[in-house]
């Protein structure tokens, strides 16, 4: 996976999880955050694809979901790729 934050790559060793208080080795910030999260979708109920999430309100911060699950830190999530176009189609509306 990839941390949110410094887009440092972070082994997750197969068979292991992400702990409540797990912090990136580069950056020192935390790991188990909405943001890096494969259910993290921000048009989503709650910005969350897994509907029986409670609401988390700082996706950025720390958090006790148990229902984290890193994101493939490879790809973009289609989250990220739908605000990429979107974003893109706004900034063409404003280029001379």
Do not use: W
Not at 9 to 24: A, K, L, M, N, Y
Not at 45 to 73: K, T, V
Request: overall charge negative; glycine content about 6%.
């Amino acid at each position: 996976m990839r941390c949110h934050s410094c887009q440092s790559e972070v082994e997750v060793p197969s068979g292991t999880s992400v702990g409540f208080r797990d912090e990136c080795g580069a950056c020192g910030r935390d790991l188990h955050v909405c943001l890096n999260c494969a259910h993290h979708a921000p048009s989503a109920y709650n910005a969350c694809q897994e509907s029986s999430a409670e609401r988390i309100l700082d996706a950025d911060r720390g958090n006790r979901c148990d229902y984290f699950r890193p994101a493939d830190g490879d790809a973009p999530s289609a989250a990220e790729d739908e605000r990429a176009k979107a974003r893109s189609a706004l900034d063409a509306l404003f280029d001379d």
